[in-house]
């Protein structure tokens, strides 16, 4: 079975500095890794991915995650935090061998002034 | 193009009504999905279809029927609806199953009473 956990409800930056949001997940082959962005009232948008190839992959709006194999982690994060950041994010990952996709619970991203 | 589209955007149905949401997407997109969002519990997985004229259970199916209608269309139909079905429901598409990001209508923020 497949699983994804977001650790923290709730992120708190300051604006300009640097952020970071959990995911770990567990599957049994070599996962596919997802994170999505919501902003309130709307649907989720697409950030970026890991399929396979370079572990640091790049994103929209300047996020980026990397993908560690031995940690089970995919963790986004992004140099310069923007209040216009602030959202809910979902991380999610898939077996390839799977049917779909799981979503974790989402963290929301709070950037204050 | 109009991407996903879900209509209506807001429902409220008293326990034991039925109704049918729909979903329509434009980019020639092969699989489509249905999920709820419930507070705390991330995006949950109702039904899915790989491709036109196939669907499949996802994590919570119980209380719901889908029509893939044709290429464009997936439809979410509640048969008897019960207050454990209040919640705001996505629908999504994809190029081919989950390999390739999923891109997310607005949403449906359904009361049952």
């Known amino acids: 079975a497949q699983s994804v956990a977001q650790p923290e409800d709730q992120v708190n930056v300051a604006e300009g500095n640097p952020l970071t949001v959990k995911c770990t997940y567990s599957?049994?082959?070599?996962?596919?890794l997802f994170w999505y962005v919501q902003y309130p009232n709307r649907g989720l948008q697409f950030l970026l991915k890991y399929i396979t190839g370079d572990n640091l992959v790049k994103g929209s709006y300047g996020f980026e995650a990397e993908f560690n194999k031995s940690q089970t982690s995919f963790h986004l994060k992004k140099p310069s935090a923007l209040v216009s950041d602030s959202a809910l994010y979902f991380c999610?990952?898939?077996?390839?061998?799977?049917?779909?996709?799981?979503f974790g619970d989402g963290t929301t991203l709070t950037v204050k002034p | 193009n109009a991407g996903v589209t879900q209509t209506p955007k807001f429902q409220v149905l008293k326990t034991g009504q039925s109704m049918t949401l729909q979903c329509a997407q434009d980019?020639?997109?092969?699989?489509m999905y249905w999920y709820r969002q419930d507070p705390g519990m991330g995006l949950r997985l109702i039904y899915y279809?790989?491709?036109?004229?196939?669907?499949d259970k996802g994590e919570v199916p119980n209380g719901y029927n889908v029509s893939r209608l044709n290429k464009r269309e997936f439809s979410l139909r509640l048969e008897s609806a019960a207050p454990s079905q209040t919640s705001v429901y996505f629908c999504?598409?994809?190029?081919?199953?989950?390999?390739?990001?999923?891109?997310f209508g607005p949403g449906t923020r359904l009361t049952v009473l």
């Open positions: 599957v049994s082959g070599n996962p596919y």
């Open positions: 999610a990952v898939r077996d390839p061998n799977a049917g779909k996709s799981t």
């Open positions: 279809s790989a491709s036109e004229g196939t669907t």
């Open positions: 980019m020639n997109h092969n699989s």
């Open positions: 999504a598409s994809s190029v081919f199953r989950e390999t390739d990001t999923q891109y």
